[in-house]
């Protein structure tokens, strides 16, 4: 069974950092990309970042990009989501997600397929 686990979320004040973590399960990373979607109230599920298992080919959406970073340890079926400089609309439950695919900017498409894998979701709130 395809599983993936978010963790690392929390408060944090503008200008701090944080690192989502999402620990997969039931495959492995070398034939999958994972990506890192988020939401916030109100909005719809925006892809901001994914990694490719096979080259690590990644992409940044431009309201992230400079800010965060995307890694994946294969041995530990984790990947990363490195987040520096957050601001107060970075506030959203971000979730990790996965398809049998190489990572591109047709991510943000990844909400509209049925064998796209999800998380449950970690919350990130940025505020003072």
């Known amino acids: 069974q395809v599983q993936l686990v978010e963790s690392g979320g929390g408060l944090v004040q503008p200008g701090g950092s944080l690192r989502l973590s999402c620990v997969v399960s039931g495959f492995t990373l070398d034939y999958s990309a994972i990506g890192w979607f988020r939401q916030a109230p109100g909005k719809e599920r925006e892809g901001i970042s994914c990694i490719s298992s096979i080259g690590g080919s990644t992409y940044y959406a431009d309201s992230v990009k400079g800010r965060f970073t995307i890694s994946r340890d294969n041995a530990k079926n984790t990947v990363y989501l490195q987040m520096n400089s957050l601001k107060p609309e970075d506030t959203a439950v971000y979730y990790c997600?996965?398809?049998?695919?190489?990572?591109?900017?047709?991510?943000?498409?990844?909400?509209?397929?049925?064998?796209?894998?999800w998380g449950q979701g970690t919350q990130v709130t940025v505020s003072s």
């Open positions: 997600a996965r398809r049998r695919t190489l990572c591109s900017a047709a991510m943000i498409a990844w909400p509209t397929f049925a064998d796209t894998t």
